[in-house]
């Protein structure tokens, strides 16, 4: 009898696990934002949907592979950034949050820039691994391109009635 209680007992634990492993998915997935995570060496554990539909990469293909072998991250030269530069491993190294803005690239070469915010994992007080987030700023970063030019041709435009006014005024004054 026991050992009956006892075997239920687990039955229910287990389904009470299983339940907030559905949901604790179900909160990753509709995230849509990118999401890593990986164990303490950088090994990719979990990737969420955005991540696939952003970067292109399914999860059976990056699963166990290291981060800076799968995801080319580059500065706005282009050049690479080191495994060491990475966030998600300078947030392990560390145990501190590291964000960035850089570029990512693409399964299929194409780069795009990211926010990257990446925070070490801890149990126990140990650094298990790492979260990284990354969002496409393209967006943002075409805003801002359009407000500077927007600027550039406001300034332009004041300018010019501003230099006509002032060398009528410089022409008036020499006459009088």
């Known amino acids: 009898e026991e050992l009956t209680r006892r075997v239920e007992e687990l039955a229910i634990a287990k389904a009470d696990i299983e339940q907030e492993e559905v949901k604790y998915e179900a909160l990753v997935e509709s995230i849509g934002d990118g999401i890593i995570v990986t164990d303490r060496e ?7 949907k955005a991540f696939e539909e952003i970067l292109g990469w399914k999860a059976k293909e990056v699963r166990e592979r290291l981060t800076h072998e799968i995801i080319p991250l580059q500065n706005e030269a282009g050049v690479p950034l080191s495994k060491e530069e990475r966030p998600i491993n300078r947030s392990i190294a560390t145990g501190n949050k590291v964000v960035i803005s850089e570029y990512l690239v693409r399964k299929n070469k194409t780069r ?13 007080k140990k650094i298990i691994g790492a979260i990284e987030i990354f969002h496409d700023i393209s967006a943002e970063r075409e805003i801002d391109r359009a407000k500077s030019e927007f600027v550039a041709l406001a300034s332009h435009q004041l300018r010019t009635p501003l230099v006509t ?3 009528f005024a410089e022409a008036l004054l020499k006459d009088a």
């Open 42 to 48: 950088g090994k990719i554990l979990l990737i969420n």
């Open 112 to 124: 795009f820039p990211a926010l990257i915010t990446s925070t070490p994992l801890i149990l126990e």
């Open 165 to 167: 006014i002032n060398w």
